[in-house]
Nanobody, 127 residues
Framework: QVQLVESGGGLVQPGGSLTLSCSAS????????VAWFRQAPGKGREAVGC????????DYTDSAKGRFAISRDSGDDRVYLRMTSLKPEDTAVYYC????????????????????WGQGTQVTVSS
């Protein structure tokens, strides 16, 4: 059974940085698109960004552009979400997700395109 595990969340002050990690069992992340989503209290889940299997191209939502960066480490088969200049509105549970099937196109920032999800890791931005 595919399992995704996010780690690295925590409490950080506004303006600070945090790096989240996504790892998987029964699944090879380097062979897949991987997306990050988040869900703030009382709100729906929204995309943050994704990294494509093809050429490791990345795409981000407007709220993440310029502050967040997604990368892979093929050596340990993890995907990272580096977050900088964090704001209180970035407070949310962050999830990584992968699709069942890989399609030869840039990764999608659409929730319904992803089939396997982790349990999430809490990020709280507060002074």
């Amino acid at each position: 059974q595919v399992q995704l595990v996010e780690s690295g969340g925590g409490l950080v002050q506004p303006g600070g940085s945090l790096t989240l990690s996504c790892s998987a069992s029964q699944f090879t992340l380097r062979d897949s698109d991987v997306a990050w989503f988040r869900q703030a209290p009382g709100k729906g889940r929204e995309a943050v960004g994704c990294i494509s299997r093809r050429d490791d191209k990345t795409d981000y939502t407007d709220s993440a552009k310029g502050r967040f960066a997604i990368s892979r480490d093929s050596g340990d088969d993890r995907v990272y979400l580096r977050m900088t200049s964090l704001k209180p509105e970035d407070t949310a549970v962050y999830y990584c997700a992968v699709p069942v099937l890989w399609l030869d196109r840039i990764c999608q920032l659409i929730e319904s395109e992803y089939d396997f999800w982790g349990q999430g890791t809490q990020v709280t931005v507060s002074s």
